[in-house]
């Protein structure tokens, strides 16, 4: 039983647009959700987290969207670039401080083409 | 900059063979976690750490793995007669106890088994 489903599995996207990236969990003790990014022959790396007490929390190009309600959460890049090329993955914990372990989506490879 | 560190860092092995793999989290972080990642899918939680105390492990974790953490800071994972399942990438994390306290990857092991 896959607890944390991750779509779509690849995504191209020009220079410049949007990429967006869905989650949707089923435990509803989740609540801690981050998004890391990684690059090939390198671990995960945080990019963003958010907590179910906020419905969006943007850093610098990228925005997570969060519905408590439908179980959702989203990641949106904008003015996207080549160097954002990588596989993104959604996570869950049910750690509100984030330390404790996480359940991991299978990941989307984004690329990004000029 | 000091973050997380595995050694080694590839290792080819014959089935039937034990291995052992290091990791060294960030200097105060008190909890260390292992995951294994396959080709194509997400990090899978394996178990982790407070200080020594291993506080859980995943069924994913068989009798054949075993973990610790002896004195609070290092860990080693070890593999008893490896199985051609066992071939993954073996990623090890850190974070510090409190709030708002991300976990932090290493570049992982990877294991091959001919």
């Known amino acids: 039983q896959q607890q944390v489903k991750q779509s779509p599995q690849s995504l191209i996207v020009q220079k410049g647009g949007i990429s967006i990236i869905n989650c949707a969990y089923e435990n509803t003790a989740f609540d801690y959700f981050p998004w890391y990014q990684q690059f090939p022959g390198k671990g995960p790396a945080l990019l963003i987290a958010i907590r179910p007490d906020v419905s969006e929390k943007k850093e610098g190009r990228f925005t997570i969207s969060f519905n408590k309600s439908a179980k959702q959460f989203s990641l949106h890049i904008m003015d996207s670039q080549p160097g954002d090329s990588a596989t993104y993955f959604c996570a869950a914990s049910k750690g509100y401080s984030g330390n404790t372990p996480l359940v991991f989506g299978k990941g989307t490879r984004l690329s990004v083409i000029a | ?114």
């Open chain 2, 1 to 114: 900059d000091t973050g997380v560190s595995q050694n080694p860092r590839h290792k080819i092995t014959k089935r039937g063979q034990n291995v052992t793999f290091r990791c060294d989290p960030i200097s105060e972080h008190n909890r260390l976690y292992w995951y294994r990642q396959t080709l194509g899918q997400g990090p899978e939680f394996l178990t982790y750490f407070q200080n020594e105390a291993q506080l859980e492990k995943s069924r994913l974790l068989s009798d054949r793995f075993s973990a610790e953490r002896p004195k609070g800071s290092f860990s080693t994972l070890e593999i008893q007669r490896t199985e051609q399942g066992d071939s993954a990438m073996y990623l090890c994390a850190s974070s510090q106890d409190g709030g708002n306290q991300p976990q932090h990857f290493g570049d992982g092991t990877r294991l091959s088994i001919l």
